[in-house]
């Protein structure tokens, strides 16, 4: 006679136990599709639970399209206008000031003095001004500057205003250029969350008709599961196309300077009509290009530095002129005349050096300034080839 003696499990042990049964009846099941219903015995709810796939999530519908409408053309007025060029013209302002401060001549000095003071005889009794023995004067003092000076700094300056005017012209293209990019991104995410959208609903269907046909036993689960896979990655794709939308709104938003709920934009004008553009090779196409490379305005700009740059190497050469500055002076001396009147003109002595450092500075920023215009003009010609 066998005595069999049994020990109470804990419910712990019971899952397990459960859960390993569950696991190795599944193996089965996919082997040997054969076998009938009737052979296979009943699972548990928390292994039937578990054999099942994970019932796809309620398809997430993008947010409304609401909050501020812009079409294309507001945009572009908006920045047209924006903060960059505002400072741009506020640096034109800046440099038409300098015309203004470079074209005048120095201004005349008054100068007075009070001299031939006796401390030992004493200065006598009377007024100070018409009887005391002190030699009084006023007198004026203007430099005259030799070397057409004016003319040239002044010349650098229109120079410096031209090149600062085209650099506003560069500004509001840059920002024009831009403003269109952020736009077309804004439109681009906005379709590209529609269309995801669509394609989540249907892959949402796909995985829940795929989870049904395993509890049919027509489909795999390993094939149920690349369903919902794939589901899950267009629902990663829409969420990606989400922070899309909104980094173009902010881009936008900060271009056209709407910083209130910027991330609420919504882009209303449709995509621009294609239109076929003319081939490279034409040789009347390529000298256009070439042509309209010198009408840019940063090209204008570059081109007003070297104007500007050679005045102020004419500057520096001008120099080598010293000015003279003339004076005149009345006196007024007691007790031996009271209309005295003294000239002067006093002029710089240059000996050793002859402004070299001066000159060389300007020639090597005239030369700086060549190397910036040939490089904006290979620069823009390569942009243009990219647009065209």
């Given amino acids: ?26 193996g089965n099941s996919f ?14 709810p928390a292994a039937a639970a578990a054999s099942q796939p ?6 997430t519908a993008p947010r409304p399209a609401s909050g501020q409408p812009i079409a294309l053309a507001d945009a572009l007025a908006a920045a047209r206008d924006n ?3 505002s400072i741009a013209r506020r640096a034109l302002s800046a440099a038409r000031a300098d015309v203004l401060a470079a074209d005048r001549a120095p201004f005349p000095v008054l100068s007075g003095k009070v001299s031939s003071i006796d401390l030992q005889n004493g200065v006598g009794a009377g007024n100070a001004i018409t009887r005391k023995r002190i030699d009084k004067g006023v007198g004026v003092d203007w430099t005259w500057e ?18 600062a005017t085209a650099d506003v012209d560069d500004v509001q293209l840059q920002q024009l250029l831009r403003a269109i990019g952020a736009y077309y991104d804004l439109v681009s995410a906005q379709e590209r969350i529609e269309q995801l959208a669509e394609v989540e609903l249907s892959s949402s269907l796909i995985a829940t008709s795929a989870g049904r046909r395993v509890k049919a036993g027509d489909l795999g689960r390993q094939d149920a599961l690349r369903t919902e896979i794939d589901a899950q990655r ?14 173009a709104s902010l881009v936008l938003a900060q271009l056209i ?3 209130s709920n910027p991330e609420e934009l919504r882009a209303t004008s449709d995509w621009p009509p294609l239109s076929a553009a003319p081939a490279l090779s034409d040789p009347a196409v390529s000298g256009q290009l070439v042509a309209l490379v010198d009408s840019r305005p940063e090209v204008r700009a570059a081109m007003a530095r070297i104007e500007a740059a050679r005045a102020q190497v004419d500057l520096a050469e001008s ?4 000015d003279v500055t003339w004076g005149v002076s009345v006196d007024h001396y007691p007790g031996t005349s009271t209309r005295l009147v003294e000239l002067r003109a006093s002029i710089p002595l240059q000996f050793g050096y002859r402004y070299e450092g001066e000159i060389v500075r300007g020639v090597a920023l005239q030369g700086q300034a060549e190397d910036a215009l040939e490089k904006v003009r290979r620069e823009t010609y390569a942009d243009l080839l990219q647009l065209q």
């Fill in 1 to 26: 006679m066998n005595v069999r003696t049994t020990y109470p499990m804990s419910p712990l042990a019971v899952a397990l136990v459960g859960a390993l049964l569950t696991v190795a009846l599944a």
């Fill in 31 to 44: 082997a040997q599709p054969s076998r009938t219903s009737a052979h296979k015995p009943a699972p548990t």
């Fill in 54 to 59: 994970a019932a796809p999530p309620a398809a």
């Fill in 83 to 85: 903060l960059d060029v």
């Fill in 146 to 163: 030799r070397g057409n000076k004016r003319e040239l700094r002044t010349r650098a300056a229109q120079r410096g205003a031209t090149a």
């Fill in 234 to 247: 267009v629902r990663a794709d829409q969420s990606a196309a989400l922070l899309e939308r909104q980094r």
């Fill in 257 to 259: 300077g709407r910083m």
């Fill in 319 to 322: 120099q080598k002129k010293a």
